[in-house]
């Protein structure tokens, strides 16, 4: 069944499900500044809006806009920032 998740007060929120293949999250982020850790490999990929992302090991921040998608490593730490509402998609592996 769904699972759903609230972070930072509310203005994180996502909705954990299974796909055939593997975990999944769809969510929503409201502007701020997020800290998030992983415990699997995790593919992102920005539905609407734009997430500003500083990745582990990545000497400077990345805008990724819709349909773009970045890789965070397993037990690693990384850094967002958002201007404007943004909805993602999230694939644990």
């Known amino acids: 069944m769904f699972k759903i998740n609230d972070y930072y007060d509310g203005n994180v929120k996502s909705i954990a499900f299974k796909t055939p293949e593997c975990p999944a ?6 502007p701020g500044e997020y800290e998030f850790g992983t415990s699997m490999i995790e593919h992102v990929t920005v539905i609407s809006g734009k ?5 582990p090991g990545e000497p400077g921040w990345k805008e990724f806009r819709q349909n773009e998608t970045f890789v965070v490593p397993k037990e690693k730490k990384f850094y967002l920032k ?5 909805a993602y998609f999230c694939l644990y592996r």
């Not at 999250?25 to 409201?30: K, Q, S």
């Not at 997430?51 to 990745?55: F, T, Y």
């Not at 958002?82 to 943004?86: G, H, K, N, S």
């Open 51 to 55: 997430m500003n992302v500083l990745l």
């Open 82 to 86: 958002i201007v404007v509402e943004t």
């Open 25 to 30: 999250t769809i969510g929503v982020m409201a």
